[in-house]
């Protein structure tokens, strides 16, 4: 089993393990979440530029695109959560021409599209910092399972006719560092909207052990997140499902059964 997955579920488990002993504290909270923004991918030019084996002049790239992450969360006080995080950082596209109007009198030409997208599956441990009963800042530090697929189309014409055709598809993946920074506004006691940028580190090593980080990406995002007391589905909670309180045998609904019992 590769060493970095190992690690990820490793975590995964410390993680479910601390769950498991502070999750039901009368101060935790469960929350869902979503954002959308703007994704950035800060190498992926040079992928691009190494399966053209052309120059930088000869290529048209679009390194950003519409992001969005999805978010499962434990807060087990104020200040700590744990996080499960989706992310999809969109695509990441080059078109490639190249012309040579005469080589021993015939037009040879070339063109070539690519395209490239990350999506992540990470693990974070939260850190919060409230600012007065609305406002707070938070930070995220994870790890990630991260997948980079990528797809091109060749096309080498020779005098206006197609000569050769390559098209085909690949998948890269690892497991690396994620991070993130954010700002949260309280709206009601249960919903909060955020801002967040987050980013996803992806060192590849090829075959020939050169690394990379040509998958690299980072977005920055606006969502809302809605929150849960953890009482609320705890029968032995300071808040049970039945109300704001736990049910007795001295509650009203039973003073005829239970009276003799109360009065002691």
């Known amino acids: 089993m590769p060493v970095g997955l190992t690690?990820?579920?490793?975590?995964?488990?410390?993680?479910?393990?601390?769950?498991?002993?502070?999750?039901?504290?009368?101060?935790?909270?469960?929350?869902?979440?979503?954002?959308?923004?703007?994704?950035?991918?800060?190498?992926?030019?040079?992928?691009?530029?190494?399966?053209?084996?052309?120059?930088?002049?000869?290529?048209?790239?679009?390194?950003?695109?519409?992001?969005?992450?999805?978010?499962?969360?434990?807060?087990?006080?104020?200040?700590?959560?744990?996080?499960?995080?989706?992310?999809?950082?969109?695509?990441?596209?080059?078109?490639?021409?190249?012309?040579?109007?005469?080589v021993n009198g015939h037009q040879v030409s070339s063109s070539a599209e690519y395209q490239a997208n990350l999506t992540a599956t990470n693990i974070s441990i939260k850190g919060m910092l409230p600012?007065?009963?609305?406002?707070?800042?938070?930070?995220?530090?994870?790890?990630?399972?991260?997948?980079?697929?990528?797809?091109?189309?060749?096309?080498?014409y020779f005098d206006d006719r197609v000569d050769t055709r390559s098209t085909g598809s690949d998948d890269v993946d690892g497991n690396d560092i994620s991070y993130a920074l954010g700002l949260d506004f309280r709206l009601t006691d249960n919903l909060i909207v955020f801002g967040e940028y987050y980013a996803q580190l992806t060192e590849y090593e090829d075959v020939a052990g050169n690394t990379h980080d040509w998958f690299d990406a980072s977005a920055v995002t606006l969502g809302l997140r809605w929150q849960f007391d953890v009482g609320v589905f705890n029968r032995n909670g300071p808040q049970s499902q039945y109300g704001n309180r736990k049910l007795t045998a001295c509650d009203d609904k039973y003073k005829d059964i239970s009276g003799a019992i109360c009065k002691r």
């Open 7 to 102: 690690q990820f579920r490793l975590c995964s488990c410390v993680s479910l393990l601390i769950l498991a002993q502070y999750g039901w504290a009368s101060d935790s909270k469960i929350y869902i979440g979503a954002a959308a923004g703007s994704s950035s991918y800060a190498g992926i030019d040079d992928l691009f530029y190494e399966l053209g084996g052309g120059g930088e002049q000869n290529y048209d790239t679009s390194d950003s695109d519409v992001a969005y992450q999805l978010q499962l969360g434990w807060e087990i006080s104020r200040y700590v959560a744990i996080e499960v995080a989706y992310s999809d950082y969109g695509d990441a596209d080059s078109e490639y021409r190249y012309q040579n109007p005469d």
């Open 131 to 156: 600012l007065g009963d609305r406002f707070g800042l938070y930070g995220k530090l994870g790890y990630a399972k991260w997948l980079a697929e990528v797809s091109w189309n060749e096309t080498l």
